[in-house]
């Protein structure tokens, strides 16, 4: 691959995640970009939508839509926000993501001119893939022995997190503002002070005893 090398995107995908395990993001700077996405999608942010559809697919955002295929009803990762997460100025792989959009066009070129798959130049290789041959392919980045594979599996988690958990967002404020990903899993809502407990154990008792120096917020000591 040319650009950066797999190290420094690996890096950057790394420090993504654990910017994402410690606070998230800010709110502000993840709706201005999500505003700038929705204005034009570059070639870069439909690829990058393409694969996170065929990961986690969901119906077409109105019609004609290339970038979601429409292979299922109800919300995918386009609709949960995970485009909007990667492109975050506050994530260090933000400026990698052109790089890492055209690696996968690369492989779709490749993929198509060994089964003479006609692509049109008006969109991005991949996009120009039908959601069954974008689904093979991606499949195929996660072969044990392809040198790319540690790529796909970070981005494929960043995808999985906007969808889970709403990683692009304060959880409490996702929940009120209907996230689809979360909705469709049916995510708990809250207590009214914003904390979720439960009563309830899933064994049907606690499996150790609360230490005595644990924090009120429920951390260790």
């Known amino acids: 691959m040319t650009g950066p090398d797999r190290r420094t995107i690996l890096k950057a995908l790394a420090a993504t995640l654990a910017g994402l395990s410690v606070g998230g993001l800010d709110p502000s700077a993840s709706a201005a970009s999500a505003s700038a996405d929705a204005a034009s999608e570059s070639w870069t942010t439909q690829t990058l939508g393409a694969f996170a559809d065929t990961l986690i697919p ?28 990667l492109h975050s100025p506050e994530l260090p792989v933000a400026p990698l993501l052109p790089a890492i959009a055209a690696l996968l066009d690369a492989r779709a070129v490749a993929y198509a001119a060994l089964r003479l798959i006609w692509l049109s130049p008006s969109r991005p290789p991949f996009v120009g893939l039908s959601f069954a041959d974008r ?45 689809p990903g979360l909705t469709w899993l ?29 924090t009120p917020s429920g951390s260790p000591a």
């Not at 969901?58 to 995970?82: C, H, I, L, M, N």
């Not at 904390?195 to 120096?213: D, I, M």
């Open 135 to 179: 689904t093979a392919l991606v499949g195929g980045l996660f072969d044990p022995d392809d040198l790319d594979r540690p790529i796909w599996q970070v981005m494929s988690l960043l995808v999985g997190l906007a969808f889970d958990t709403a990683g692009q967002q304060d959880t409490v404020e996702a929940l009120g503002q209907g996230h």
């Open 58 to 85: 969901g119906e077409r955002r109105y019609p004609g839509d290339v970038v979601v295929a429409g292979a299922v009803a109800g919300p995918g990762a386009v609709q949960a926000g995970a485009v909007t997460l």
């Open 186 to 214: 049916r995510f708990p809502e809250p207590d009214a002070d914003g904390l979720w407990r439960f009563p309830e154990f899933s064994y049907g008792r606690p499996l150790a005893a609360l230490h005595p120096n644990t």
